[in-house]
């Protein structure tokens, strides 16, 4: 876990009464939120074959990020609903993809693992039949009798798929771009406001660890050049966007979205 500290003399250890407690506690979620993170990880590493990559060795069928596409490709095929086991195994790719980019990824990952199992036990449990597709789940879940969290916890997955479309996005787009200050500036538009206060501020300190972007580059897509991953992020957060699009949309729809 690489929380770097900054020297003492930053204006963010400035003798603010709440940091003494607050960062122990901050330092403590982080190891917990890493531990879990990594704990679950482990069960989804099975490869998926026959991606079509083009020509970027990135999106391959033997890498991470071919394997996360191709899954959130698949669930877009029915025109106007959404395929809920690939759009949950995009997800789970996803998570993959960012947990090992750093503390503030966990902490977004961590998040969105939980809403994962939330949505996978739906999708595999008695009632599998009703969450096979966004439109079914809706109808599904419109009795209120039925007690079932599903909608609920998409929207949480949706506002933190567009946090990482705009995070990684920006990697992908901007040359020696600050990504700390880019991916701090999608979190507090996107994630921040939902987040309770101190949250807030351990992703702020999180935000301060903030890897750079030939290191995430690298994380990424290991062994290729930064154009070529650049490339291959780009595409990533193309597909990140059309789930985006396409949930945004069926969420608006219904009148989802407060
Ligand atoms: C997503 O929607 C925006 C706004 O409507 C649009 O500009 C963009 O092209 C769409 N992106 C994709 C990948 O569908």
């Known amino acids: 876990m690489k929380l770097k500290l900054l020297p003492p003399d930053s204006k963010v250890w400035a003798p603010r009464q709440w940091l003494s407690c607050a960062l122990p506690f901050t330092i403590f979620i ?13 069960l989804f590493s099975q490869v998926e074959p026959g991606l079509k990559s083009g020509e970027l060795h990135c999106l391959g069928p033997d890498k991470l990020p071919g394997q996360m596409v191709r899954p959130f490709r698949k669930s877009l095929t029915t025109e106007g609903d959404l395929q809920l086991p690939q759009f ?12 090992p980019l750093g503390t503030l990824f966990t902490f977004a990952t961590q998040e969105a693992s939980e809403k994962l199992s939330v949505l996978e036990s739906y999708s595999q449990g008695p009632y599998s039949t009703h969450y096979h597709t966004f439109s079914a789940m809706a ?57 309770t206060w ?10 301060l660890a903030f890897p750079g972007q030939s290191q995430i580059l690298e994380l990424v897509c290991p062994g290729d050049s930064e ?24 969420l608006a729809e219904r009148g989802l979205l407060t």
């Open 88 to 99: 949950l195994d995009g997800w789970r790719k996803l998570v993959m993809l960012l947990d």
């Open 227 to 250: 154009q070529e991953a650049q490339e291959a992020l780009s595409r990533v957060a193309g597909m990140l966007e059309a789930v985006y699009n396409r949930t945004q949309g069926l």
């Open 139 to 195: 109808d599904w879940e419109q009795d209120p009798s039925k007690h079932s969290s599903g909608l609920h916890t998409l929207v949480l997955l949706h506002r933190a798929l567009h946090w990482a479309q705009l995070c990684l996005g920006g990697i992908a787009r901007v040359q020696n771009a600050n990504v700390g200050a880019l991916c701090r500036e999608a979190y507090q538009s996107v994630l921040g406001p939902h987040h």
């Open 30 to 42: 982080f190891m917990l939120l890493f531990y879990l993170t990594r704990e679950k990880l482990n």
């Open 198 to 207: 101190l949250i807030r501020q351990a992703a702020n300190l999180a935000f």
